[in-house]
């Protein structure tokens, strides 16, 4: 699990931010942010600066760019 800031955590992922790359997204039960990756690949990241809804809005945005939200 990684831990980041809202900022550091969508730049990490801003060249991936497409169905391509990202198979699906989804907050866990614990809050945390996990990918999934076409190439198989699961990352799960901590996002520390941040409330529930804030996260909920970039998984819209996500949504809204192709990627399968869960």
């Not at 989804?26 to 198989?40: I, R, W």
Request: some cysteine.
């Amino acid at each position: 699990m990684k831990t980041c800031s809202l900022n550091h955590f969508l730049e990490a992922v801003k060249p991936w931010l497409d169905s391509d790359y990202i198979r699906s997204a989804h907050l866990d039960g614990a809050g945390n942010f996990v990918l999934n990756f076409s190439d198989g690949v699961k990352n799960v990241y901590r996002i520390d600066d941040c409330n529930k809804s804030q996260l909920e809005e970039v998984l819209v945005d996500f949504q809204n760019r192709g990627i399968r939200v869960l």
